[in-house]
């Protein structure tokens, strides 16, 4: 017998079958009941880290059995990448490998297009494409997601918008992140906009996800202060969002709280220094980390007024994240306060005795200097928009019918959401 095994058994003589258990609480989370009890968590995507991987992409596929017997490939991509050195970088990593780079596609806009799907969809056809390279930021990760399934099953990307239409698996995308927020690179979905038709296209699907994410803090270092904070906070709100989402669910939590410390502790640190190689690298992590979080527990309130202020005013995702971050946590406070207490403790707060309702709102305050800390401006009047009626009524329009609204956790009316609004323009109460 096991000493694990004999000690369950001291135990039992000990305590007794018939009396009830002792049970211990937690101290991160109240025991509270499931929030859901049908769970189908997905995160498939398989998760390559390391300083310096980009310079084995060869080896890194060949050792996969599903990959290893394919030989081309097309790297998509974007100009600003392309300029700074990227195909160079991708062609040396596939020195000494069967690998043959057949084909660059550095066409895709700041903001991917129905149009730049169909160009990239067509590249990667007349090229016989096997594996797609996907190196960017969510909009080139967005694009080749969408081109794999043009390419692969034909017709148009609006053929394909909703969930669960793409018909089955695509050519592999291999996504190699450049940004630390989207999460695009293990996710199952890709957001492309069609600017004649001034819409958005949303595709979720389990054939969506990149058959693996190669994360390479090296890619990183050249990216600005700014977006370095800006998508930094974009995780930093998929991870919050997840953790309170009505979908919810203890998997994505536990991902979700731990990328939320790994940020908390590194993205200033980020910031501040990109030759900070363990602080950049723990941000590339916990990015995909809150990506997976989100995939599986959806998102909330922050995200569907940033997507409606970025939209509409065409400021940057992360950035609208940021701002809107501390309002909206401020405005689900007293639905979840348990879970805003455990947040409060991941964001490096001290509990020093105070209970779950007074201690909440301390997320609020760490997320508040997290931002201060990283130059990001307190309210959307700080990035020159009005708080007038107009505007407000605007984003509150759009906000109202964005999707992510439905898994925030305090369900919300159109006058909860336009005081919100107004509070994130203005930061008046
Ligand atoms: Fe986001």
Redesign the pocket.
């Given at each position: 017998m096991s000493p694990f095994v004999a000690g369950v058994d001291a135990d039992v003589r000990t305590t007794g079958r018939e009396s009830e258990p002792e049970v211990f609480m937690g101290q991160i989370l109240d025991n509270e009941p499931l929030s859901r009890t049908d769970i189908a968590f997905q995160a498939p995507t398989q998760i390559k880290f390391g300083v310096g991987k980009l310079a084995n992409l060869g080896e890194e596929l060949q050792i996969e059995d599903d990959l290893g017997d394919l030989a081309r490939v097309v790297l998509i991509t974007d100009a600003a990448l392309a300029g700074l050195g990227i195909v160079d970088r991708i062609r040396s990593g596939f020195h000494g490998s069967h690998y043959d780079l057949v084909g660059v596609f550095d066409d895709v806009p700041s903001d991917s297009d129905v149009r730049a799907v169909d160009a990239a969809a067509a590249f990667v056809s007349e090229n016989n494409a096997e594996i797609i390279l996907a190196a960017g930021g969510g909009s080139v990760m967005d694009t080749a997601k969408a081109a794999a399934v043009v390419a692969t099953h034909g017709g148009r990307v609006s053929d394909y918008e909703g969930l669960y239409i793409v018909p089955g698996p695509c050519i592999p995308i291999v996504a190699i992140p450049t940004t630390c927020?989207?999460?695009s690179e293990v996710s199952g979905g890709a957001v492309i906009k069609d600017h004649d038709a001034r819409t958005k296209v949303i595709l979720g699907s389990p054939y969506l996800f990149p058959r693996m994410a190669l994360l390479d803090p090296e890619l990183l270092r050249s990216l600005p202060a700014h977006l370095v904070a800006y998508t930094g906070m974009?995780?930093m709100?998929?991870a919050i969002e997840a953790f309170v989402s009505t979908d919810r669910e203890p998997i994505s939590e536990a991902i979700a709280l731990r990328a939320v410390e790994m940020l908390a502790d590194n993205l200033p640190l980020a910031v501040a220094d990109r030759g900070n190689t363990d602080a950049l690298s723990k941000v590339q992590i916990a990015a995909s980390m809150g990506g997976i979080a989100?995939t599986n527990a959806v998102?909330g309130a922050t995200?569907a007024i940033?997507h409606s202020i970025g939209s509409l005013h065409g400021l940057h995702?992360?950035l609208c994240?940021a701002v809107a971050l501390p309002y909206v946590m401020e405005y689900n406070l007293r639905t979840c306060p348990a879970r805003f207490a455990a947040l409060a403790l991941a964001l490096g707060a001290e509990r020093a005795g105070r209970t779950d309702a007074e201690f909440a709102s301390e997320a609020v305050e760490r997320v508040r200097s997290l931002n201060a800390s990283i130059g990001i401006p307190g309210t959307f009047e700080g990035l020159g928009l009005e708080g007038d009626d107009a505007t407000v009524g605007d984003i509150t329009d759009a906000a109202m019918n964005d999707p992510c609204l439905a898994f925030n956790p305090r369900p919300s009316e159109y006058a909860d959401i336009e005081i919100l609004v107004r509070r994130c323009v203005t930061g008046a109460s």
């Open positions: 927020g989207t999460g974009d995780a709100t998929h989100f998102l995200h940033a995702h992360g994240n």
